[in-house]
């Protein structure tokens, strides 16, 4: 599976980005897709995920109830929507994505990762 991140930048605190996630190489439908952030100095961290197969997501502590998480079946695209951004979500996010069915939110569970894409807010 081949994974491409885009859609960070630079916004100002309280504003909104939408991610992609497109990916390629593979069925998705028996896929889980996560996102991470990593921001300098600190750990990946777990975001989001959700399965392919029925849309079932979760999401980690530090960004819940601040996002949301789609898929396009058609495009073989999963989005995350970020809104009311803090500085603190300052950091290079990646998606990544594993065959399973469980909502794994810890890096060592998946085995394709993207790029990152880099988001900067300012205060």
């Known amino acids: 599976v081949q994974l491409q991140a885009s859609g960070g930048g630079l916004v100002q605190a309280g504003g909104s980005l939408r991610l992609s996630c497109d990916a390629s190489?593979?069925?998705?439908?028996?896929?889980?897709m996560g996102w991470f952030r990593q921001a300098p100095g600190k750990e990946r961290e777990f975001v989001a995920a959700?399965?392919?197969?029925?849309?079932?997501?979760s999401y980690g502590d530090s960004m819940k109830g601040r996002l949301g998480l789609s898929r396009d079946n058609v495009k073989n695209t999963v989005y995350l929507q970020m809104n009311n951004l803090k500085p603190e979500d300052t950091a290079v996010y990646y998606c990544?994505?594993?065959?399973?069915?469980?909502?794994?939110?810890?890096?060592?569970?998946?085995?394709?990762w993207g790029q990152g894409t880099q988001v900067t807010v300012s205060s």
């Open positions: 190489g593979r069925t998705l439908s028996t896929y889980v």
């Open positions: 959700i399965r392919w197969g029925d849309g079932s997501t």
């Open positions: 990544a994505a594993r065959q399973t069915f469980v909502l794994f939110s810890t890096t060592s569970n998946y085995d394709y």
